[in-house]
């Protein structure tokens, strides 16, 4: 099924009104990123109707494009403050990525998958280019390395769950208040949205619960030896 501009626009503004004002989502700025960006375009042609559904989207690979409801809840949660170093690691098509910009954030779209890194590149530019945001950087590497060559960053934002936190990208934290947002996943049960702050030298973070959620685990985010909280 094609939808024309209009009828997505009209689908936006319904996501917004329906899915994100009710549950807890108040930020203008979340609320006028989400607004404006064309989700469908974050998703191949053949799955772009399914842009507004109020659940996961499957994307190649076992990924998903994120329930609009949890992305903008943790896009809140991160509260991007303008011109801060953002690192989106899972960055998938992009579209968590272009709501930061959207933000204010200057991003790194941290993604290894090749399919998905082909839907971002050919698509984040030109959207938020659109919206006069700060552009994105998208690289191509192992999720767990996270993107060195940008670090510190102010925030790190894992675009999907975890088991714990890669001491590699924890290290790439401003060691004073830097801090990460993500879904934490523990023993099977449902995951809870987490803010974690890096305090010190010390490449580990910090997690505080904040409500919960549920997204699949991101390739190579699972507990592994070498992990830190």
């Given amino acids: 099924m094609t939808l024309s501009a209009t009828d997505n626009a009209q689908r936006r503004s319904n996501m917004v009104d329906g ?106 530019p030109e959207v938020v280019a659109d919206l006069q945001a700060p552009g994105v950087q998208i690289v191509s590497g192992p999720l767990a390395e996270g993107w060195p060559a940008g670090a510190p960053y102010d925030l790190v934002f894992v675009e999907g769950g975890f088991e714990q936190v890669p001491a590699a990208i924890a290290a790439q934290l401003r060691p004073q208040d830097g801090r990460l947002v993500g879904v934490r996943v523990q023993g099977g049960r449902i995951g809870q949205a987490v803010l974690g702050e890096r305090a010190g030298a010390a490449p580990a973070v910090s997690l505080r619960s904040v409500f919960d959620c549920a997204t699949p685990v991101l390739p190579g985010l699972r507990r592994e030896p070498g992990f830190v909280f």
């Fill in 19 to 124: 899915q994100l004002r009710p549950n807890k989502v108040s930020d203008r700025r979340v609320l006028a990123a989400m607004r404006a960006l064309p989700r469908e375009r974050f998703l191949p042609p053949a799955l772009a109707a399914l842009a507004y559904v109020d659940e996961d989207v499957a994307l190649p690979g076992g990924r998903c494009l994120m329930e609009p409801m949890v992305l903008a809840r943790l896009v809140q949660l991160a509260d991007p403050v303008p011109d801060e170093r953002v690192l989106v690691v899972g960055a998938g098509s992009g579209y968590g990525a272009a709501v930061l910009a959207a933000c204010g954030a200057a991003v790194v779209a941290l993604e290894e998958n090749e399919d998905l890194l082909r839907l971002a590149r050919a698509t984040v």
